[in-house]
């Protein structure tokens, strides 16, 4: 599957997550605090809530609804009540600009 540009990168900010739809899929993008650029499906798998307006902590975002915490590298929840993944997109920079990979991954738990 061919990469899609999202946008610049600098216009995703440090712990201010942000949703994109991408061929009909809703992926929220994170700058964690080091930096680290991460996409995930902008779907709790606990119910019907963007994690784009979650919380940033670490590598983790938080449901604001339930409080699930979800890895950011992995898409699995830490946290209860959610007990499913969310998936994971690749995401790269290239001149200054974020691609992402609209095939959703769904990572191993680890
Ligand atoms: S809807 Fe996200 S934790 Fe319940």
């Known amino acids: 599957m061919t990469s899609v540009r999202l946008c610049a990168a600098d216009d995703v900010k440090v712990e201010a997550p942000q949703r994109f739809e991408i061929e009909g899929q809703a992926i929220c993008v994170v700058r964690d605090s080091a930096g680290e650029l991460f996409a995930l499906g902008d779907r709790c798998s606990h119910g019907d809530i963007s994690l784009a ?3 940033v902590e670490d ?3 938080e449901c604001w ?3 699930s ?3 950011l590298r992995t898409g ?3 946290t209860l009540p959610a ?3 969310v998936p994971v997109y690749r995401i790269q ?3 200054g600009d974020i691609y992402i990979d ?3 991954i769904f990572e191993e738990k680890s």
């Open 93 to 95: 920079v290239q001149a």
């Open 69 to 71: 915490q979800f890895s």
């Open 53 to 55: 307006e979650g919380f």
């Open 102 to 104: 609209p095939t959703p």
């Open 83 to 85: 007990y499913e993944p």
């Open 65 to 67: 609804a339930h409080g």
């Open 59 to 61: 590598d983790s975002i």
């Open 76 to 78: 699995w929840p830490r």
